[in-house]
T-cell receptor, first 110, second 114 residues
Framework: GQQLNQSPQSMFIQEGEDVSMNCTSS?????WLWYKQDPGEGPVLLIA?????ELTSNGRLTAQFGITRKDSFLNISASIPSDVGIYFC??????????FGTGTSLTVIP | GAVVSQHPSWVICKSGTSVKIECRSL??????MFWYRQFPKQSLMLMAT?????????EQGVEKDKFLINHASLTLSTLTVTSAHPEDSSFYIC??????????FGPGTRLTVL
């Protein structure tokens, strides 16, 4: 199936730094979702975006639905060790059609 | 958020045996559930869409006879890996969406085939 282009593939940052990652696609999506996955567990939904241009925050996380509906970014401010994990974006085309990004592995160095 | 459970969380089996994985929606009714497969350090790959009361829809390249899906009720879908082989070892995750455009995932099942 289709996959979204997610970057960067991995990040190593110092605790306290801000993080930014993004997803792009050649297709227009109706919904963008951001997930975090810890090792050996299923992805957990962080933020859902429904409208082009929408900017939504969840604690230290902020995500935006690109105005073209073909991209989205996720920012994490003041990173902490528990932010470690793999972050996936997902786009919904219509109905049951969801597509996932390739993932961004985040490592936070204390 | 909505709760999706999976059982077992991990399973080890011998080559040639069949393994059944259950996916349950605990606080909502799920007419549709998804089954994904994930290899280490890779993204989720959709295997099939499970539809309550009807046949599952499989993605291209996924063997229907190998990965049997049954969605007999609004809260339960099962994935049976038949005649498992070592190459079937993977992390299997189910999901559903109680809200139209938000998917919630189960905790996953780690399958190891010896």
């Amino acid at each position: 199936g289709q996959q979204l282009n997610q970057s960067p593939q991995s990040m190593f940052i110092q605790e306290g730094e801000d993080v930014s990652m993004n997803c792009t696609s050649s297709s227009i999506f109706n919904t963008w979702l951001w997930y975090k996955q810890d090792p050996g567990e299923g992805p957990v939904l962080l933020i859902a975006l429904y409208k082009a241009g929408e900017l939504t925050s969840n604690g230290r996380l902020t995500a935006q639905f690109g105005i073209t509906r073909k991209d989205s970014f996720l920012n994490i401010s003041a990173s902490i060790p528990s932010d470690v994990g793999i972050y996936f974006c997902a786009g919904q085309l219509s109905g049951n059609q969801f597509y996932f990004g390739t993932g961004t592995s985040l490592t936070v160095i204390p | 958020g909505a709760v999706v459970s999976q059982h077992p969380s991990w399973v080890i089996c011998k080559s040639g045996t069949s393994v059944k994985i259950e996916c349950r929606s605990l606080d909502f009714q799920a007419t549709t559930m998804f089954w994904y497969r994930q290899f280490p350090k890779q993204s989720l790959m959709l295997m099939a869409t499970s539809n309550e009361g009807s046949k599952a829809t499989y993605e291209q390249g996924v063997e229907k006879d190998k990965f049997l899906i049954n969605h007999a009720s609004l809260t339960l879908s099962t994935l049976t890996v038949t005649s498992a082989h070592p190459e079937d070892s993977s992390f299997y995750i189910c999901s559903s969406f109680p809200v139209y455009n938000e998917q919630f995932f189960g905790p996953g099942t780690r399958l190891t085939v010896l």
